[in-house]
């Protein structure tokens, strides 16, 4: 979507972990996060016009609805005892969602030869719009302000994979387990399977409700091609991981990105979602959105017909595997933000 002035009202977010170069709209009380600030936003038939506190959705030139848009939430201006805003160790995602990337660090980021091709989690940090780790401290303290002064009501903790073999797993228990100690707020927590699965019971001990284990590409030959080095992981090992997960978490409470428009045909994306929700796994299908900056920022965007197409088929695996986005205790099935795939749910239930 393109804006006509500026950035407009409300939250917008330009690089880290994602989503990124967004925006978050909400259309008839469904808030979602709408590319802005990229190349795609630019061609976009649609267009916002700012009005004030709101804005009118375009298309050519013909007004269609109202926008409107989370508040910057109150916790934003607060800062911890050693001077970090708030902002820079937690941000809100949607419209309830407290979201935080714990090490804004990879040890594959800066490397083409290993890095994801569409990862901005270094961006941020660059920009000094975030800091390189957050403590468990400064993520409890930030978590109580948010639900205390913002009524948020679930939390998201993501991370740059470290060099150990736990593969993050140990940062988010340490996180998770200060955050529950100091609220009552549910958690998800997102890393790359770690090598040894006991992590998983670590993580729920640790106050951990459910648990992202993110493929995005689900053939071998694009994640060789658009993220080598988490293809070092086969998607076997995943599948391993999905079903050691669901044991501990339970069926739907474990998810996982799938990034759609990265050269995955609708037919393998569709084979592997079966995989998935057989398994219990809540397959979180979103269309790919390039990033400023990402040596995949040229890169089309999937066809909204495709996009149609597949999701109105992910939604009838859902409903025939009894799984439901809002059975999800947290994180981004939860919100749907990112992804149409919650709302096409209700239609095919």
């Given at each position: 979507m393109r804006w006509l002035d500026g950035s407009g009202p409300g939250l917008s977010r330009a690089g880290g972990a994602g989503p990124s170069d967004?925006?978050?709209?909400?259309?008839?009380?469904?808030?979602?996060?709408?590319?802005?600030?990229?190349?795609?936003?630019?061609?976009?038939?649609?267009?916002?016009?700012?009005?004030?506190?709101?804005?009118?959705?375009?298309?050519?030139?013909?007004?269609l609805l109202e926008l409107?848009?989370?508040k910057k939430p109150r916790f934003y201006d607060r800062s911890t005892a050693d001077g970090v805003p708030y902002w820079k160790i937690a941000t809100l995602h949607g419209r309830d969602v407290l979201a935080t990337t714990v090490l804004q660090t990879c040890k594959r980021y800066g490397n083409r030869a290993t890095s994801c091709q569409f990862c901005a989690i270094g961006q941020s940090l660059a920009a000094k719009t975030t800091?390189?780790?957050?403590?468990?401290?400064?993520?409890?303290?930030?978590?109580?302000?948010?639900?205390?002064?913002?009524?948020?009501?679930?939390?998201?903790?993501?991370?740059?994979?470290?060099?150990?073999?736990?593969?993050?797993?140990?940062?988010?228990?340490?996180?998770?387990?200060?955050?529950?100690?100091?609220?009552?707020?549910p958690v998800q927590a997102q890393c790359e399977p770690p090598a040894d699965f006991v992590?998983?019971?670590?993580?729920?001990?640790?106050?951990?409700?459910?648990?992202?284990?993110?493929?995005e590409a689900v053939t071998e030959e694009v994640r060789q091609r658009i993220i080598p080095g988490k293809a070092e992981v086969p998607v076997s090992v995943?599948?391993?991981?999905?079903?050691?997960?669901?044991?501990?978490?339970?069926r739907?409470?474990?998810?996982?990105?799938?990034?759609?428009?990265l050269g995955d045909s609708r037919e393998a994306i569709l084979e592997m979602c079966q995989r998935m929700v057989t398994l219990g796994v809540y397959p979180?299908?979103?269309?790919?959105?390039?990033?400023a900056g990402t040596p995949l920022a040229g890169h089309p965007t999937p066809e909204p017909a495709f996009m149609s197409a597949l999701l109105s088929d992910v939604a009838t695996l859902l409903a025939s595997a009894k799984l439901s986005s809002a059975e999800i205790k947290a994180g981004c099935?939860?919100?749907?933000?990112?992804?149409?795939?919650?709302?096409?749910?209700?239609?095919h239930a």
């Open positions: 967004h925006k978050a709209v909400t259309i008839a009380d469904q808030t979602v996060m709408v590319p802005i600030l990229n190349h795609a936003s630019r061609l976009s038939p649609y267009a916002a016009e700012v009005h004030g506190d709101y804005a009118l959705l375009l298309k050519g030139g013909q007004p409107a848009f989370p800091i390189a780790e957050k403590s468990p401290a400064q993520l409890a303290e930030v978590a109580l302000a948010a639900v205390e002064l913002d009524g948020v009501r679930h939390m998201v903790m993501t991370t740059g994979t470290p060099q150990s073999d736990d593969r993050g797993a140990g940062v988010l228990a340490r996180a998770a387990e200060a955050v529950r100690a100091a609220v009552d707020l992590w998983f019971a670590r993580l729920k001990d640790a106050g951990v409700d459910s648990l992202g284990l993110h493929l995943y599948l391993d991981a999905f079903a050691a997960a669901v044991s501990v978490f339970g739907g409470q474990v998810s996982s990105y799938v990034l759609a428009g979180f299908v979103v269309p790919f959105v390039p990033i099935g939860r919100c749907g933000a990112c992804s149409s795939l919650k709302t096409r749910e209700a239609l």
